[in-house]
């Protein structure tokens, strides 16, 4: 039963960042495209992705601590991260469903890494045209001081980590 369960939210989990890592490329092709109606038609089918993923995680964490109070023993170290607690559950399953389970678990920490990488493209990306753009605006506009402001007057502040402006000049 724990087998099966464990396998079937690992698989999930595998297939959701599958489909967020497809979802971060068409981000990028809207970003570079400019097509900011899809951009945010994206962000938010991404953050419906990782409400899954956090309601999955949650389940799975749940299920190793009953699996725990199941067999009656602390077997789980409390100084273990995830990793350390899934290997250590590993070892108490038969060899056949812990390497399997194992080979589910690497490929979902294999996509996360994708997912990152793509994240920390995309980001750079945005920082350089940011950059670009700042470069441009203090040399075009000298009289500005280097700030930004907003369609409202109000003073814009320069982290844009998460926001892409949609405006064009």
Partial sequence: MMYEKCRDI??????LIQNAVLIQEKIRAAVTEREWTDFD?????????????????????????????LIREKVFCDNLDEKGQFMELMAL??????EELT???RSLKMESIKLRISNDA??????GVKS???????????ERGGKM??????????????MVLNRSF
């Fill in 10 to 15: 690992l698989l999930q989990e595998c297939e």
């Fill in 41 to 69: 038609t994206h962000l938010n089918s991404m953050n419906s992705i990782e409400n899954k993923l956090t309601n999955l995680e949650n389940e799975r964490e749940n299920l190793f601590l009953v699996y725990q109070s």
């Fill in 93 to 98: 399953l038969p060899q056949k469903q812990g």
């Fill in 103 to 105: 080979e589910i678990y």
């Fill in 122 to 127: 995309l980001m750079t990306y945005i920082t």
């Fill in 132 to 142: 670009t753009l700042q470069e441009f605006f203090d040399l075009a506009f000298p």
């Fill in 149 to 162: 402001y907003t369609k409202d007057g109000t003073h814009f502040s320069n982290d844009m980590r998460s």
